[in-house]
């Protein structure tokens, strides 16, 4: 196979038609914006027929195209479109010129092209490609369209194998955080015939606040950490971004737990709500975390592990109560029953959930490290492919 020294401007020409917004040709074609191409494959994830999207100018793209990202180009958003569009003019539609479409398009992903991109970027906060430099860089193609389909053909079939073995190991690891969540409930259903306990009514629990931000002397010194309801995250709090002073402590209405509470985050966007953790130090936390501070009734990582099996449970208990957010409060908590055990059996079973969860993290590691080698594969293949 020949291969021959050329520029890119030689085989991918700038086609940057117009399409004033609100215009019947605005109205009548799809809109693509680049946030909906996926970087490094360049697949098309959707498009927006919704004529309101894409309001401002827009350029023409068809099927002969190659969609060119230019905004974060180390983003490596190229497509190969399959209908007539539109798009945002941070994507450059490129004419192929007598060179293969599908081909070109493995070309501007290939490492090479994205680090000249970045080389010749403008901007610092949000890069672009300069087009003119890119363009100017020099690439070496095979000589004929017919070798250059076959590598493309060649290249489509090995990043089809890649991307299955990747969707394979992201399922992987969805059946694995769903087989965490599966024995936990487990473990706990083993515990339906042993008496449950009234939270609230055998152990002290309590909630934080937030000092004023308007006095400074309350947040400064930083002396007592204070804990936020997006650190209650299902892992041990050994650390908060804010603390507070020993003066908000004497003022205010917070409380300063000892370590092996176990907080609960009463509210908080997407999936906060509902969370817990164990504290592992002392500290204050925001009106909005419930604690539930040690006792003679429960070890706290029973209770912890308990709560976590309990997710759900709690996020479904405290959903559409009545306000504009879905919140738990300390009086839905405090009514939480809770099985008892004698503490002897606590650590049993906690010793037994800790070796599964071991065994599990184990195999989620495994798991994420291999995806993480499937997505280095598609620049490694295309590297070789256009080795010269």
Known sequence: MKWKKLQLSKIAREDKVIVPPNSTKAETRSYLGLEQVESGTGRILSYNNNSAE??????????????????RPYLNKVAVPKINGRCSTEIIPLLPVDVDREFLAFLLRTDKIVNAAMADKTGSRMPRTDMKQLLNQEVIIPETLIEQRQIASHLKAQLEEVENARQA??????????LRTRMLKAFFAELDSVPKKRLGDNAPTTSGSTPSRGNKQYWEPAEIAWVKTGEVAFTPITSTKEAISNLALAECSVKLLPPKSVLIAMIGQGKTRGQSAILEIPATTNQNCFAVMPNDTWEPEFLYLWMKSSYQDLRDLSSDRGGSQSALNGTLLNALEVPAPTKAEQLELVA??????TEIDALEQSTKAKLADIEKLPARILAKSFEN
Not at 54 to 71: I, P, Q
Not at 170 to 175: E, G, T
Not at 352 to 357: E, F, G, K, L, N
């Open 54 to 71: 894409g309001k401002s100018t827009t350029f023409a793209f068809d099927n002969r195209h190659v969609l060119y990202g230019k905004l």
């Open 169 to 178: 190991a992201q399922v992987q690891l969805s059946d694995i955080h769903l």
């Open 352 to 357: 037994h959930i800790q070796s599964a969860i």
